[in-house]
């Protein structure tokens, strides 16, 4: 089983607003990374971890009705991208051999990438994370073993150390759009979005 893990939860600091409900391309953020995700029939539910603004999130989701998502909530997502990773984690269903840890914030991510990693892990992969122009992105791809150090992740540190500490067991595997790889923190980051798009964000 794939379990996909959408990370919606944090309180977009830097942006000032909740950055996963800006429109990019004519809808919200997160249902862009929601439709990438749901056109993948090699992922089997995916758990949206829900926190600052949870029913507003919720809301520019509420036209699924695919019955492989769930949404969760993180009560400690004040506490950092960490808890809400493990809050998904842990909402994973029972032998889930495969999760796949996905940005709200990333609007350009691609499903024929996406499955790419799914692939990469399905060949026998521990760690999978896309690579363009040398640098690491997401969504990263965890094999079902590392459910119980996902589970114990908190503060804002994410993931991070759990590749460093496996580093000799992740595969990258290079994507050939760069923009695959954005996610939007800051103002500046989206008004770069607006210039891909040509100004048509809304």
Not at 8 to 29: D, F, H, I, T, Y
Not at 104 to 111: C, E, I, K, L, S
Request: proline content about 2%; hydrophobic content about 45%; glycine content about 12%.
């Amino acid at each position: 089983m794939v379990s996909a893990v959408v990370l919606a939860a944090g309180q977009s600091k830097r942006m000032g607003e909740k950055k996963e409900l800006l429109p990019v391309g004519g809808e919200p953020m997160i249902a862009r990374v929601m439709d990438a995700l749901l056109r993948s029939e090699k992922i089997d539910e995916i758990v949206v971890v829900l926190g600052a603004r949870a029913d507003a999130v919720g809301l520019a989701l509420s036209g699924i009705s695919d019955e492989r998502v769930e949404f969760v909530g993180n009560a400690r997502y004040a506490e950092g991208m960490g808890t809400s990773l493990a809050q998904g984690a842990r909402a994973c269903s029972w032998g889930t051999e495969t999760i796949l840890v996905v940005l709200g914030d990333a609007p350009f991510v691609r499903t024929e990438d996406v499955e790419r990693l799914i692939e990469a892990a399905g060949e026998g992969a521990r760690i999978v994370v896309p690579v363009s122009a040398g640098r690491r992105g997401h969504p990263v791809v965890f094999d079902g073993t590392y459910r119980e150090a996902l589970e114990s992740l908190d503060g804002d540190a994410g993931a991070r150390a759990i590749l460093e500490r496996e580093s000799g067991v992740v595969r990258e595997i290079e994507i050939d759009d760069e923009w695959f790889l954005v996610d939007i923190d800051t103002r500046d980051d989206y008004e770069a979005v607006k210039d891909r798009l040509g100004g048509a964000v809304d």
